[in-house]
T-cell receptor, first 113, second 114 residues
Framework: EADIYQTPRYLVIGTGKKITLECSQT?????MYWYQQDPGMELHLIHY???????EKGDLSSESTVSRIRTEHFPLTLESARPSHTSQYLC????????????FGPGTRLLVL | AQSVTQPDIHITVSEGASLELRCNYS??????LFWYVQSPGQGLQLLLK??????LVQGIKGFEAEFKRSQSSFNLRKPSVHWSDAAEYFC????????????FGGGTRLMVKP
């Protein structure tokens, strides 16, 4: 059982608000990821990190930003939420450099009104 | 560029019937292949993975998948489906170096009839 947590699980917020989605893992994994998933659709990688102080953009362009100050923590921030940001955000982590088995958190469902 | 195709968006099977979910991939070298399952409102759980060796891979919950290089496929199977298997299933492909990320297919939603 993977130990990766996301909070909040559900968030409803108004346009223009700043939000931070939290992701923490207790497995000591170096690599962490953020995916965006619209209902019934595939996952799109929006950010990833190789380790502390490393952040990279993924395949899908996103207005969000991430930080990696501690190994276990990889928060995602939207400075000004918009309805187009409504989606599910999944956080994941992996241990090894070459075997990309990723362990996923339960996700955060975001609704921007 | 790597890609994954899951041709079936929805599949409905009767409880107790056999199941096969299709996955075709495109990748320039030896792929790492994964099947994940996602229950409603949940994250993804790894069912099984193929890195090398035996092309028939056993996973959790009675699932198995077979890697067929000649067909670029990695189909997921289960001999007898249970109602609790109703979920969304994602196939993913990754590479064998540190820079390669996972690419996910569009998913197949499985419904199970009683």
């Amino acid at each position: 059982e993977a130990d990766i947590y996301q909070t909040p699980r559900y968030l409803v917020i108004g346009t223009g608000k700043k939000i931070t989605l939290e992701c923490s893992q207790t497995m000591g994994h170096d690599k962490m990821y953020w995916y965006q998933q619209d209902p019934g659709m595939e996952l799109h990688l929006i950010h990833y990190s190789y380790g502390v102080n490393s952040t990279e953009k993924g395949d899908l362009s996103s207005e969000s930003t991430v930080s990696r100050i501690r190994t276990e923590h990889f928060p995602l921030t939207l400075e000004s939420a918009r309805p187009s940001h409504t989606s599910q955000y999944l956080c994941a982590s992996s241990e090894a450099l070459f075997q990309e088995t990723q362990y996923f958190g339960p996700g955060t469902r975001l609704l921007v009104l | 560029a790597q890609s994954v195709t899951q041709p079936d968006i929805h599949i409905t099977v009767s409880e107790g019937a056999s199941l096969e979910l299709r996955c075709n991939y495109s990748y320039g070298a030896t792929p790492y292949l994964f099947w994940y399952v996602q229950s409603p409102g949940q994250g993804l759980q790894l069912l099984l993975k193929y890195f090398s060796g035996d092309t028939l891979v056993q996973g959790i919950k009675g699932f198995e998948a077979e890697f067929k290089r000649s067909q670029s496929s990695f189909n997921l199977r289960k001999p007898s489906v249970h109602w609790s298997d109703a979920a969304e299933y994602f196939c993913a492909v990754g590479g064998n170096n540190a820079g390669n990320m996972l690419t996910f297919g569009g998913g197949t939603r499985l419904m199970v009839k009683p």
